[in-house]
């Protein structure tokens, strides 16, 4: 007899799609204190404060003190840029793995080596001083700044909060060792809910109910709500199903995460 898990209403998903949401904007404002802090102060380092004080309304300082600041503005802004487009705030990467770290790493060095480059080519010897002292800080702050944040969350996702609900589909045999794995790593944000799988009267698959089979998933994570879908190898899913699958939970706004099995 298949089981019925109760329902849970989508305001309660999306509860947890805007604390996450949260979560990362908190992180991306750090992110711009401590670049805002690691480029201002290797411009009050490399070229003293009149530097910065030449933005400021009724300054009498030089265009040149205040064409320093501006390209410190121009770094800063494109330093938070890179940080997006390579990834940083991708809730896939929330909290877990070195990816996260990796795609600062990245966007930073990426950035710095262009301006490295440019000041190389048009001669700018002071400008590449200034990103000498820029970018240590920064990198530093950013790293320091994510491990502590992630800290923070790791602690409330052992609670139970701040995770993706998921629902497991495929084999038996596959998804006892799936769930085992997702179970023993809360601090990635996986709390695995529900299954789909063959045999579902058999009510429970390592301590998960089941709720039908391969070919339900999709009706069945839109019924209780869930934010990921997770597919390991299915003797009865073929590449055709999880085509199917995939597209009916893109409509839902559900993530598909495909298992190796």
């Not at 809730?91 to 301006?115: D, N, Q």
């Not at 700018?124 to 970018?135: E, K, N, S």
């Not at 629902?167 to 299954?195: K, M, T």
Request: charged share 20%.
């Amino acid at each position: 007899m298949t089981l019925e898990a109760p329902l849970r209403p989508s305001e309660a998903t999306q509860i947890k799609q805007r604390a996450l949401s949260g979560f990362l904007r908190r992180i991306a404002i750090t992110d711009i204190v401590v670049i805002t802090w690691a480029v201002l102060g290797a411009e009050v380092l490399r070229f003293g404060s009149k530097a910065v004080e030449a933005t400021l309304p009724g300054s009498a300082e030089t265009s040149m003190d205040t064409e320093y600041t501006v390209f410190s503005i121009a770094l800063i802004v494109a330093w938070v840029f890179m940080l997006r487009v390579h990834g940083t705030y991708d809730k896939r990467l929330l909290g877990h793995g070195p990816e996260e770290y990796k795609a600062l790493a990245t966007a930073s060095f990426r950035l710095f080596g262009v301006v490295t480059v440019i000041s190389y080519v048009l001669r700018l010897d002071v400008a590449r001083g200034y990103v000498a002292i820029a970018m240590p800080a920064g990198m530093i702050g950013l790293l320091l700044a994510l491990w502590l944040w992630r800290k923070w969350l790791t602690l409330h996702r052992t609670q139970g909060q701040l995770s993706s609900s998921v629902l497991v589909v495929g084999d038996r045999e596959h998804l006892s060792g799936l769930i085992r794995a997702l179970s023993s790593a809360p601090e990635a944000g996986y709390r695995v809910v529900a299954a789909c799988c063959g045999n579902a009267e058999n009510g429970y698959v390592s301590g998960v109910p089941v709720l039908g089979d391969e070919t339900d998933a999709a009706d069945i994570a839109q019924r209780i709500g869930v934010n990921t879908v997770a597919c390991t190898s299915s003797a009865r899913f073929d590449a055709g199903g999880l085509r199917r699958l995939g597209w009916a939970l893109e409509s839902l706004d559900v993530d598909l995460v495909v298992v190796p099995g």
